[in-house]
Nanobody, 117 residues
Framework: QVQLVESGGGLVQPGGSLRLSCAAS????????MGWYRQAPGNKRELVAV???????NYADSVKERFTISRDNVKNTVYLQMKSLKPEDTAVYYC???????????WGQGTQVTVSS
């Protein structure tokens, strides 16, 4: 059993910053890619950023130069530093982890990010 605990969401004004964290615990064998997705009301869930075990990162075009994904392999934690936030960044953010040793995907419970004045 693997548990994911997300934290860091909240209400922020446009131009502000937030840092999301997602910590995994339990029967983890080998975490490969770790990523963040988001879903706004009425929209499909979309990829925001992903970081692979070797450190390679990919970002959605809409967040490039504003968001930074990082990971701590000792703590089994993935982070998303968000800067210059815009109202269109408002969504529920989910972390997703892939354990390549168990061929399993795990999702966090979601954390709300609201960007509004």
């Amino acid at each position: 059993q693997v548990q994911l605990v997300e934290s860091g969401g909240g209400l922020v004004q446009p131009g502000g910053s937030l840092r999301l964290s997602c910590a995994a615990s339990g029967s983890i064998f080998r975490l490969n890619d770790m990523g963040w997705y988001r879903q706004a009301p009425g929209n499909k869930r979309e990829l925001v950023a992903v970081i692979f075990s070797g450190g390679t990162t990919n970002y959605a075009d809409s967040v490039k130069e504003r968001f930074t994904i990082s990971r701590d392999n000792v703590k089994n934690t993935v982070y998303l530093q968000m800067k210059s936030l815009k109202p269109e960044d408002t969504a529920v953010y989910y972390c997703r982890l892939y354990d390549s040793g168990r061929f399993s995907v795990y999702w966090g419970q979601g954390t709300q990010v609201t960007v509004s004045s």
